[in-house]
């Protein structure tokens, strides 16, 4: 058993963690870790419903992860609200990073990898832009957005990045115990996994972390380009 940590993950969308590093979540929760999540977008345009709303559409994507947060043991999630397919890597959303980092103070920031080959949804490669500018080098010095000071809110120095959905994977993590875990957070998103067969949705999973786990040589696994600062 590893030695417990703070691990806050960033996504662009209601169900990225749960694709990407759920296992990991169940099994670092099991450990003893304190798990985070910091939502971009509330996933608002992610519906083929005509009648569907963005409104509406974010109201039930919240809830859905929040359903699945509560499923893996994570102790908070936030959303920032920027409208699904239109996240910019600003100087404002690098600020709203590197608050909710300065407040939950992570060893790890797990995020998307923003430099993997061949296209990716840009949502996803701007918040992994952003979120490794955040955790290094902006939050660590208190002359980045140094209003945080009057909020409380002191420098922090995340120890490492772990980028998800990487095509240059460095690090796996086992979860074959968890992988129960994580298809019943995966099934909290029935806005957007209602319409697939569990069973199809379960075998696919399934499929890709054996995948990556021979890698490993684990069982089941997920994986990561991890990166480590000083």
Known sequence: MSEPKRALVIVAHPDDAEFLCA????RWVSEGWE?????????????????MTSERLAEIREKEQRAAAKVLGVSTCVFLGY???????????????????????PDVVVTWDPYRLGHNHRDHRLTGQAALDAAYPLSRSHLYYPEHLAEGLEPH??????LAGSDRANYHVDVSDFFHKKMKALRCHKSQLGRYPSSEVRKRVRQRMAEVGKEAGFKLAEAFHRLEWR
């Open 23 to 26: 296992g990991s979540v169940a």
């Open 35 to 51: 798990v985070g999540y910091v939502l971009v977008t509330s996933g608002d345009k992610g519906s083929h419903d005509e009648e």
């Open 83 to 105: 409208p699904d397919g239109f996240v910019e890597d600003t100087a404002e959303l690098r600020g709203e990073l590197v608050r909710e980092i300065r407040r939950f103070k």
């Open 157 to 162: 120095r995340a120890k490492e990045a772990l």
